[in-house]
């Protein structure tokens, strides 16, 4: 059986490990077809690979991005796979997006120095460095400070939608990322569809909308999930037609999430890559 982890993430973006600490992790857990997708940038990708190339390391890269998106008022993630990471229509989206990421990163600070955290906007941005700067910066930055114990915790004080550090986005719409990932030869794939606390209702909006738009895909399979969700987005899957994806998002080493872990699709769910098994001729 070949082991597929499809949605992970580096020091590129919030991850915490590094392009070769996540490779060496990835070889370790037996993974054998392993996508970066760090939010909105393809920093990760040429190092990645070039590192699995002179190390020799027995797993294939596929070339990946997580873009943000805006739908209604929810802040959708679209998963591009099998990209081609020096497709012009690509890159200048992520432009784009790094731009808004930077602007909207100040305006966090701002509204949280306003509540007495003094510096955490450099705070943030020191813990970021290079990176595209996200809100887990600043909610590592606030857990330092000792304002709550951990990430769910910080958001739903601070970071979470309507709260005192929530700056509503003006990522792209979905139409607009799943163009820029066809531009590029990629697959749009619809990220952990479950976690947008949203209703049933409107999960399917969604996903009536994200096919209309021409996406491909959408995550079936995560590490941690009941199995009955995990059944449901799969008959999902079936009723609108989309093929499955499924991924760790890893982001640091915990004792409750690890690469690889506990992904599988639920039988008749047909996986993403099928598509490149085609193109690869296998
Ligand atoms: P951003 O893309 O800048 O809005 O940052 C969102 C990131 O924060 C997500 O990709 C997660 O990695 C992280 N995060 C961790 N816990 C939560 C949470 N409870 N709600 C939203 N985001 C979270
Ligand atoms: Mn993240
Ligand atoms: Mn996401
Ligand atoms: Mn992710």
Same mark, same amino acid.
């Given at each position: 059986?070949?082991? @597929?982890?499809?949605?992970?993430?580096?020091?590129?973006?919030?991850?915490?490990?590094?392009?070769?600490?996540?490779?060496?992790?990835?070889?370790?857990?037996?993974?054998?077809?392993?996508?970066?997708?760090?939010?909105?940038?393809?920093?990760?990708?040429?190092?990645?690979?070039?590192?699995?190339?002179?190390?020799?390391?027995?797993?294939?890269?596929?070339?990946?991005?997580?873009?943000?998106?805006?739908?209604?008022?929810?802040?959708?993630?679209?998963?591009?796979?099998?990209?081609?990471?020096?497709?012009?229509?690509?890159?200048?989206?992520?432009?784009?997006?790094?731009?808004?990421?930077?602007?909207?990163?100040?305006?966090?600070?701002?509204?949280?120095?306003?509540?007495?955290?003094?510096?955490?906007?450099?705070?943030?941005?020191?813990?970021?460095?290079?990176?595209?700067?996200?809100?887990?910066?600043?909610?590592?930055?606030?857990?330092?400070?000792?304002?709550?114990?951990?990430?769910?915790?910080?958001?739903?004080?601070?970071?979470?939608?309507?709260?005192?550090? @929530?700056?509503?986005?003006?990522?792209?719409?979905?139409?607009?990322?799943?163009?820029?990932?066809?531009?590029?030869?990629?697959?749009?794939?619809?990220?952990?569809?479950?976690? @947008?606390?949203?209703?049933?209702?409107?999960?399917?909006?969604?996903?009536?909308?994200?096919?209309?738009?021409?996406?491909?895909?959408?995550?079936?399979?995560?590490?941690?999930?009941?199995?009955?969700?995990?059944?449901?987005?799969?008959?999902?899957?079936?009723? @609108?037609?989309?093929?499955?994806?499924?991924?760790?998002?890893?982001?640091?080493?915990?004792?409750?999430?690890?690469?690889?872990?506990?992904?599988?699709?639920?039988?008749?769910?047909?996986?993403?890559?099928?598509?490149?098994?085609?193109?690869?001729?296998?």
């Amino acid at each position: 059986m070949i082991k @597929y982890d499809l949605h992970s993430h580096t020091t590129h973006s919030d991850g915490q490990l590094t392009v070769e600490e996540l490779l060496l992790r990835a070889v370790e857990k037996n993974i054998d077809v392993f996508a970066i997708t760090d939010h909105d940038t393809i920093a990760a990708v040429k190092p990645a690979k070039a590192f699995i190339a002179s190390q020799q390391l027995p797993l294939s890269l596929i070339s990946g991005v997580e873009i943000s998106t805006k739908w209604e008022s929810f802040e959708i993630h679209i998963v591009g796979l099998n990209i081609d990471v020096d497709n012009n229509a690509l890159t200048e989206l992520l432009s784009i997006q790094q731009q808004k990421r930077q602007i909207r990163a100040q305006e966090i600070g701002r509204r949280l120095e306003k509540n007495g955290f003094d510096g955490i906007y450099q705070q943030a941005q020191a813990l970021a460095q290079d990176a595209q700067i996200t809100r887990a910066h600043f909610a590592r930055a606030l857990i330092e400070r000792g304002v709550a114990k951990n990430f769910p915790g910080v958001f739903k004080k601070y970071l979470g939608r309507g709260k005192t550090g @929530y700056v509503p986005s003006n990522w792209c719409d979905m139409q607009t990322a799943i163009a820029a990932i066809h531009a590029s030869g990629g697959q749009a794939v619809m990220a952990h569809p479950a976690r @947008y606390q949203m209703s049933n209702k409107w999960l399917r909006k969604l996903l009536t909308q994200f096919k209309n738009d021409g996406g491909d895909a959408m995550e079936v399979a995560q590490p941690q999930q009941a199995p009955t969700e995990r059944q449901f987005l799969g008959e999902l899957s079936r009723e @609108y037609n989309l093929l499955c994806s499924q991924g760790s998002d890893f982001h640091f080493p915990t004792t409750y999430l690890e690469l690889g872990k506990n992904l599988y699709l639920p039988k008749d769910c047909q996986g993403v890559w099928q598509l490149w098994q085609a193109q690869e001729g296998i």
